[in-house]
């Protein structure tokens, strides 16, 4: 069926630097995108989000790129502090899926000092 | 404060216990989903209510019951036919065609 998946399960950065998270995804009929953080013991919180009429979207120190050739979705995040360190989760939808998201199996993000 | 809340934080279950976990929003959000996560694990979905009075069942709805009864309540229940209920359960309520917000979770454990 349509998945969403990920690239990397864990990425280990120096603090500082910029990382970037890969997430792959099948259904070429995805339209909406979002991008979790969730820290350990906690409900995943939104950073993010872009359409599919859009190839970029910037936030703060985050920015989300969206390659609909390749089906590909990728999170960078500037400056990476030791506060960034978390599990990261992709999730796409459809137009015609309502509210129903399909989330990606998710990358560890540690940031050493 | 507006938000989404789920009660308790911890709960331990002896086997063959029903146990019902709470999950409230304030949001006015019209839907409401249960999740729950392994360790190391991504997000699976149970039940979801996309309106008031009306549930379906997710990827892995065996051995779980929820009840949609007011717009604010979505409480789930884990029943004793739920072999290996222990794991960290995630409420989640959305306003129609935007993203979904996450409650603090509820980390069940069976004894």
């Known amino acids: 069926g349509e998945s969403v998946g990920l690239h990397l399960p864990t990425l280990s950065v120096q603090e500082g630097d910029n990382s970037i998270i890969n997430c792959a995804y099948s259904?070429?009929?995805?339209?909406?995108f979002i991008w979790y953080k969730q820290e350990s013991g906690k409900g995943p919180q939104f950073i993010i989000d872009?359409?599919?009429?859009?190839d970029k979207r910037q936030g703060q120190r985050v920015t989300v790129l969206l390659n609909k050739t390749v089906k590909h979705l990728s999170l960078q995040i500037a400056a990476t502090q030791p506060g960034d360190s978390a599990v990261y989760f992709c999730?796409?939808?459809?137009?015609?899926?309502?509210?129903?998201?399909?989330f990606g199996g998710g990358t560890r993000l540690m940031v050493k000092p | 404060d507006g938000g989404i809340t789920q009660s308790p934080k911890y709960l331990f279950r002896k086997e063959g216990q029903n146990v019902t976990l709470s999950c409230e929003q304030n949001?006015?959000?019209?839907?409401m989903y249960w999740y729950r996560q392994d360790p190391g694990q991504g997000l699976r979905l149970i039940y979801y209510s996309q309106i008031v009075n009306d549930f379906q069942k997710g990827d892995i709805a065996e051995g779980y019951s929820v009840s949609r009864e007011k717009k604010e309540s979505f409480p789930l229940t884990v029943t004793s036919a739920q072999k290996n209920p222990t794991a960290f359960y995630l409420c989640?309520?959305?306003?129609?065609?935007?993203?979904?917000?996450f409650g603090p979770g509820t980390r069940l454990t069976v004894l």
């Open positions: 999730a796409e939808t459809t137009n015609n899926a309502g509210n129903m998201l399909t």
């Open positions: 872009i359409r599919s009429n859009m």
């Open positions: 949001l006015n959000h019209d839907a």
């Open positions: 259904n070429s009929a995805s339209d909406y």
């Open positions: 989640a309520s959305s306003p129609r065609g935007l993203e979904q917000f």
